[in-house]
């Protein structure tokens, strides 16, 4: 059975920092490109950034200030976020896409708020 479980959100004030983590199972994580997307209320689901096998990929609001960093060896993907901004507040939720197959986590809430 696939799961991608994250976990870390919360409310966090304006400069703050998060992590996020998604722990992935019952797939080959190594094999998989792994995302994180987010969606704020009213707005369609954006991705933030994308770990694919010999390269990274961000947003551009988020460059500089956000990092996606993956551990095979644990299957898990983390959202480092620092210098959080209100703007950021939204739904993140992770995604894994492989050889015929996509996953999503069922999404975790960020509130940037002072």
């Known amino acids: 059975q696939v799961q991608l479980v994250e976990s870390g959100g919360g409310l966090v004030q304006p400069g703050g920092s998060l992590r996020l983590s998604c722990a992935a199972s019952?797939?080959?994580?190594?094999?998989?490109?792994m995302g994180w997307y987010r969606q704020a209320p009213g707005k369609e689901r954006e991705l933030v950034a994308i770990s694919r096998v010999g390269s990274t990929n961000y947003a551009d609001s988020v460059k500089g200030r956000f990092a996606i960093l993956r551990d095979n060896a644990k299957n898990t993907v983390y959202l480092q976020m620092n210098s959080l901004k209100p703007e950021d507040t939204a739904v993140y939720y992770c995604k894994a896409v492989g050889p015929g197959h996509v996953y999503w986590g069922q999404g975790t809430q960020v509130t940037v708020s002072s």
């Open positions: 019952g797939f080959t994580f190594r094999s998989y490109a």
